[in-house]
């Protein structure tokens, strides 16, 4: 009964505290991570709450990819590389160069492997409340941060497989390349026309909102198996979203998926991202930390920003995409559980992560903005 009332609290506070930020200008979801911050200090989150919170991310990716259109995700494909490449590149040097100083070298490696991932979660709801999610900026940052997670995570692999073996694990290297290839391949080129031929079959059957339960039935399913594959659960939903966007079904599952996601589930993730916050590790961030987190802001826009640029963006767009793929979330605390998990890293390595997680998802949304309507 306990985990019922919770949820009632931070629906409500979502959707108070969001209009109470929506009436002084600032992003929605900023207000959201707020009151799941204030709601924090007095409860603890709930097992059962966080994998409300999980369906809520990928059905946000989900509905992004719906909205987003495959031949502009791949019209912006190699820019996307680009943009990913160079950011992921600064990132990890200004990762280590920083850590350098203040832990040993391999260490320092992790460090910068840790800096490199983006969540996009954050921007692409800033996106969506602009209207500004399906432009050539918004496609670039989600296509981007594909292949953002996918290079962090290679990186990472190589880094761990050095730590404990003293030697490049080429398998893993190459597994990591292949499921991605595999995935991305199926989705773009064979996605879209199953996604049809099925759902005029699931038309058939003449039951409430078939079409809806097959929708999140395919969603979770290819969540799983990106994760199975040692890829991002979001990767999954967001391509699942941007296949079946295709379909003659679109308009009907996306009102479906935006009722049920920003009704529930959505909601519920954002407040708990504030949740999972510990304030306390953010008060007692040591200067290597606070250092840490200022290099992981500046990589971003600078690597990701000049890839734009390189890429044949005009300065003011590049700063936009810069900025948004500055947010670090699910994917960089995934990593640093797998890092700690082989031993290569210490859970001193926790105080500084989650400051990086909370300075990077509470100020993306209103330079976002202000970017927009300036």
């Known amino acids: 009964m ?53 369906l809520g991310v990928l059905l946000l990716l989900f509905i992004a990819g719906l909205e987003s259109e495959l031949e502009e995700f791949k019209r912006v494909g190699k820019q996307s590389v680009v943009v990913a490449g160079l950011g992921v590149l600064v990132a990890f040097v200004f990762g280590f160069l ?13 460090y910068g492997a840790l800096m490199t991932p983006t969540s996009v979660s954050i921007t692409v709801k800033v996106l969506m409340e602009l209207r500004r999610l399906n432009t050539r900026e918004g496609t670039t940052i989600l296509a981007a941060a594909v292949v953002d997670d996918v290079l962090g995570i290679l990186i990472l692999t190589i880094a761990i497989s050095i730590i404990r073996g003293g ?15 595999l995935l991305l391949f199926f989705f773009l080129y064979f996605g879209p026309r199953l996604a049809d031929r099925v759902f005029r079959f699931i038309s058939r059957i003449d039951l409430p909102e078939s079409e809806t339960a097959f929708a999140l039935i395919f969603l979770i399913t290819f969540a799983y198996l990106a994760e199975h594959l040692n890829l991002a659960s979001i990767l999954g939903a967001y391509l699942t979203g941007l296949a079946l966007g295709q379909s003659s079904k679109k308009k009907l599952i996306m009102d479906r998926m935006n009722v049920l996601g920003y009704s529930l589930f959505i909601p519920l993730f954002f407040v708990e991202v504030g949740m999972r916050i510990e304030l306390g590790y953010v008060i007692h961030a040591g200067i290597f930390a606070v250092i840490y987190t200022l290099a992981a802001v500046v990589s971003k826009v600078i690597g990701c920003g000049i890839g734009a640029k390189l890429a044949g963006f005009d300065w003011d767009s590049s700063l936009k995409i810069g900025v948004g793929m500055v947010p670090r979330m699910g994917v960089e605390l995934a990593m640093l559980a797998v890092a700690m998990a082989s031993g290569a890293i210490g859970p001193d390595a926790l105080t500084v992560v989650i400051l990086v997680v909370f300075v990077t998802t509470v100020i993306t949304p209103p330079l976002l903005k202000w970017l927009y309507i300036r």
């Open 98 to 110: 920083v850590a350098y100083f203040f832990v040993p070298p391999h260490e320092a490696v992790l």
């Open 2 to 54: 306990e985990i019922l009332l919770l949820m009632a609290l931070m629906l409500a506070t979502a959707k108070l505290v969001g209009y109470l930020f929506e009436r002084i200008g600032q992003p929605v979801v900023l207000g959201q991570i707020f009151g799941g911050l204030l709601i924090g200090i007095f409860f603890d989150t709930d097992p059962v709450i966080g994998q409300f919170a999980n």
């Open 167 to 181: 030697a490049v694990n080429y398998t893993a290297i190459f597994e990591v390349l292949v499921s991605v290839s």
